[in-house]
């Protein structure tokens, strides 16, 4: 099957890139997408699309997307919290894939919060 | 809510919630009718929480980990002139099953099933999910079991490149079986 020779080329490629890329540590920047029923509704599974599709075609490493339940505010979803070690959590909302690319590319790789999405702007 | 896939997101994200190890997902069309169910093997409910868990006005703030999914899912399939199910047992998990009536005109597209894997492997790496598709009895099966006997210990389900790979394959297949009968 072709899918499955595929697969197996990928666990190659990742086997030799073991130790450049551990598994979650404390020094890890993540990134939290609020997947309940409202972030969901609202577009949260391209915005966690997106942002996967970032880290891999931008090799980021130490960064970590995961999910979350309700964020809280149902309203602002898709809401997206960026935990990098050392500083304040922002919380991102009514984020949208086009918003993604700017708050990876300006707060992940350069550390500049991207004003425009952040909560108390909005 | 406005694709399937999303609602059995939302749903089967409940079924992480109640702690489930073993969550399968069936889509089987027959003629009209898709039946769309999501079993799992988690906490369960009890008869009072199950009788009003589909009433998003009786699901208060304490019983939330429901809230509106179950009555978003419900009322997809019944706008359809189909039908809604749910059954749960304490301590032994919930089954939830619609039926779609495909050719109404509130009938939902399906979206991207892929996707939908994806973000659930991706969120609960641990659990064995399960797709399966039958189409009039062109099926497709799909079990994380499988890619992690291929992955083995080194590499994980949930990296990156791997939940791309799932998502491209399971859609891949899915369209396939489904040759453009649904959206």
């Known amino acids: 099957m072709k899918s ?17 890329r551990d598994s979650l540590t404390d020094a890890d920047t993540r990134i939290v997408v609020g997947m309940a029923t409202c ?41 997206v919290e960026v935990y990098v070690p050392g500083k304040e959590k922002v919380t991102y909302v009514k984020v949208t894939p086009e918003a993604v690319k700017k708050i990876v590319s300006e707060h992940i790789v350069n550390g500049n919060v991207v004003a425009e999405y952040v909560i108390k702007n909005i | 809510m406005r694709e399937l896939s999303l609602n059995i997101l939302d749903i089967a994200e409940n079924s992480i919630k109640a702690g489930a190890s073993i969550i399968d997902i069936s889509l089987t069309l027959r003629g009209k009718l898709l039946e769309i169910s999501v079993r799992d093997n988690g906490c369960g409910m009890d008869a009072d929480f199950l009788a009003k868990v589909t009433d998003p006005f009786t699901t208060s703030r304490t019983t939330r980990k429901v809230g509106l999914g179950i009555p978003l899912f419900k009322m997809a399939a019944e706008m359809t002139g189909g039908k809604f199910e749910i059954s749960s047992k304490k301590g032994e998990g919930t089954l939830t099953k619609a039926v779609f009536v495909i050719d109404s005109v509130d009938f939902m597209p399906m979206g991207d099933i892929g996707d939908t894997m994806g973000a659930l492997i991706m969120h609960a790496p641990n659990v064995s999910f399960f797709l399966n598709v039958d189409f009039d009895g062109r099926v497709y099966g799909f079990d994380t079991m499988e890619i992690k006997d291929v992955l083995g210990d080194d590499v994980a389900i949930d990296a990156v490149e791997v939940i791309d790979f799932i998502k491209r394959t399971v859609k891949e297949n899915f369209d396939n079986i489904n040759g453009g009968i649904i959206l």
Do not use: Y
């Open chain 1, 4 to 20: 499955i020779e595929e697969l197996k080329a990928i666990k190659a490629k990742m086997q030799a890139e073991i130790g450049t």
């Open chain 1, 39 to 79: 972030g969901i509704a609202a577009g949260a599974r391209p915005v966690l699309n997106a942002l996967l599709e970032e880290v891999q075609s931008k090799r980021l490493s130490g960064v970590k997307v995961t999910q979350a339940g309700c964020l809280g505010m149902c309203r602002l979803e898709p809401m």
